[in-house]
């Protein structure tokens, strides 16, 4: 069945720095690919997306970035902040299944 | 952007019984919504995917009888679970697609349920 692989599940970053997390798919279907930030005890809150008819995408300090062929994407965070420490989730929707399935997620720190 | 809202925003029930949790679409039409559980520290597991006027898809592994969807307007779905047990204790996340320029799920606040 569909999957998407997210990886890393941890990652520990100086303030200022970037971050990278990177996603995998399966289902060749999938044609839209958001990304969402979860702070502790909240609701995922959408932060970029990123469509199969586009290669990269950015918004101030985040950027996406999609190889349809080798079913790769990526969200690249640029000069981190406190504020970024949060759990972040790809996800990955299939116009076959018609349904969005989310990564296992990465728990992003960052240090002051 | 659009609002997805949830009710209850927390239930504690007692085992045996039955709780049900409504997902609320305010400012736009979701002709489909979709239901998520999860679990701490983990990732958000799709449940079922819920269309208005039709019965709910289930993904592999979720008992439809224990989890009752009903997505009767295109505002609202509910999701019911049916003699709760300790183990169906979770955070119960709803999202609508908004089908309009952008075609994107907005998520409700969530549901934490816990069965004692």
């Known amino acids: 069945g569909e999957n998407v692989e997210q990886h890393p599940s941890t990652l520990s970053v100086q303030e200022g720095d970037s971050a990278v997390i990177k996603c995998t798919y399966s289902?060749?279907?999938?044609?839209?690919f958001p990304w969402y930030k979860q702070e502790l005890g909240k609701r995922p809150q959408l932060i970029i997306d990123?469509?199969?008819?586009?290669g990269e995408k950015k918004d101030q300090r985040i950027a996406v970035t999609l190889n349809k062929t080798a079913k790769h994407f990526s969200l690249h965070i640029t000069e981190t902040q406190p504020e970024d420490s949060a759990v972040y989730f790809c996800?990955?929707?299939?116009?076959?299944?018609?349904?969005?399935?989310f990564g296992a997620g990465t728990r992003l720190f960052v240090k002051a | 952007g659009a609002v997805v809202s949830q009710h209850p925003s927390r239930v504690i029930c007692k085992s045996g019984t039955s709780v049900k949790i409504e997902c609320r679409s305010l400012?736009?039409?979701?002709?489909?919504m979709f239901w998520y559980r999860q679990f701490p520290k983990q990732s958000l597991m799709l449940m079922a995917t819920?269309?208005?006027?039709?019965?709910?898809?289930?993904e592999q592994g979720v008992e439809k009888d224990k989890f009752l969807i009903n997505h009767a307007s295109l505002t609202l779905s509910t999701l019911t679970v049916t003699s709760a047990h300790p183990e169906d204790s979770s955070f119960y996340i709803c999202?609508?697609?908004?089908?309009?320029?952008?075609?994107?799920?907005?998520f409700g606040p969530g549901t934490r349920l816990t069965v004692l």
């Open positions: 999202s609508a697609r908004d089908q309009g320029i952008t075609d994107t799920q907005y």
């Open positions: 289902d060749s279907a999938s044609n839209y």
């Open positions: 990123i469509r199969s008819n586009v």
């Open positions: 996800a990955a929707f299939s116009t076959g299944g018609f349904k969005t399935i």
């Open positions: 400012d736009f039409q979701a002709t489909t």
């Open positions: 819920s269309n208005e006027g039709s019965k709910a898809t289930y």
